[in-house]
């Protein structure tokens, strides 16, 4: 008895919170993810933290409306090198401020959700099935496996790198040396890694293919909770190896826009799962796999 009380708290807190639960996941990720310079970035963390803080600046259209124009303006003054996910973000700070001038804010916020996730996944998918043969063949995994720092640990995780081989690497792909300098390190590949590179393209490829389906494709009525589990499971795995949270909040943000109303346990889904991307920020998982996290985190 005392466990079925507790269940029906919480799910008439979420039925509360429900309307609001996408955009403070999305305050929340502008707090743990600050955008921008310095001209944009002060702006941002205070709209975000008085959105947190205040229901009426959660839900006024001034707020997102002000949120649209820095997150857009992030992207101009980083053109054209701007990240992917920093496009969908204005997006959806644009669907937020447009929702809260319809009749129902929630179910047209959940519309755009499901689009803005949907077509996300589908030109990801188109990307590299049809338009990237270098994606395909592997090149893009066992490029970025080798030269992205970030990427270090899984590297020496899957293929059994250490610091001196991955260094070699680097420095080989690296952009072509000044003139006179002749000896340049070998290329350290190990099969293993080749194979990882194999299985991430394929993996990723077919995953985001699946989830636009699922996202823009209508399911029966029995099938409804199949893209959130879908994006659940992509969110939780990906981004356990994948070092760019930030992204994952978004789509776990966007993802809780299109629960139903009465789907508590979907929406306590999205919020134990932006928690534990919050737990990978802070304590990568392949660092924590090969044992060099520190004996004891410093006081503070």
């Known amino acids: 008895m005392a466990r079925e009380r507790a269940w029906q708290r919480f799910a008439r807190w979420q039925g509360a919170q429900g309307p609001d639960l996408a955009p403070r996941l999305t305050l929340l990720l502008l707090l743990l993810a600050p955008v921008g310079g310095w001209e944009v970035r002060p702006f941002v963390l205070l709209l975000a933290a008085a959105g947190l803080l ?10 997102w409306l002000a949120l649209t124009v820095l997150t857009g303006w992030r992207v101009v003054a980083d053109w054209p090198m ?52 270098d994606y395909l063949d592997g090149t893009f995994f066992r490029v970025w496996l080798l ?10 995780l899957v293929g059994g790198l250490d610091a ?3 260094e070699a690497s680097r420095h080989f792909l690296a952009p072509p ?21 194999r299985v991430l393209t394929w993996a990723t490829a077919l995953l985001e293919a699946a989830l636009a389906l699922l996202f823009l494709v209508p399911s029966p009525a029995r099938w ?9 499971a992509f969110c939780a795995g990906t981004y356990a190896v994948a070092p760019v949270e930030s992204f994952g909040w978004l789509l ?3 993802g809780a826009a299109t629960c139903p109303a009465n789907a508590a346990g979907l929406r306590g889904g999205y919020v134990a799962c932006f928690a534990l991307l919050v737990v990978y920020d802070a304590i990568p998982v392949t660092t924590a796999a090969l044992g060099r996290l520190p004996a004891a985190w410093p006081a503070g």
């Open 54 to 63: 205040s229901a009426g600046v959660l839900r006024a259209p001034a707020t």
């Open 82 to 133: 701007s990240d992917n996910h920093a496009y969908l973000l204005g997006y959806w700070c644009l669907a937020v401020f447009l929702s809260r001038w319809t009749p129902s804010p929630a179910a047209a916020l959940a519309t755009s959700a499901r689009l803005l996730l949907g077509l996300a996944f589908a030109f990801a998918a188109l990307w590299k099935l049809a338009l990237s043969p």
């Open 147 to 156: 030269t992205d720092p970030r990427l270090g640990d899984l590297a020496s």
């Open 164 to 166: 001196r081989d991955l």
């Open 177 to 197: 040396p000044t003139l006179g300098e002749e000896h340049l390190p070998a290329l350290v590949e190990p099969p293993a890694l080749r194979a990882a590179a």
């Open 224 to 232: 409804r909770w199949l893209p959130h589990a879908a994006l659940l």
């Open 252 to 254: 776990l943000a966007m």
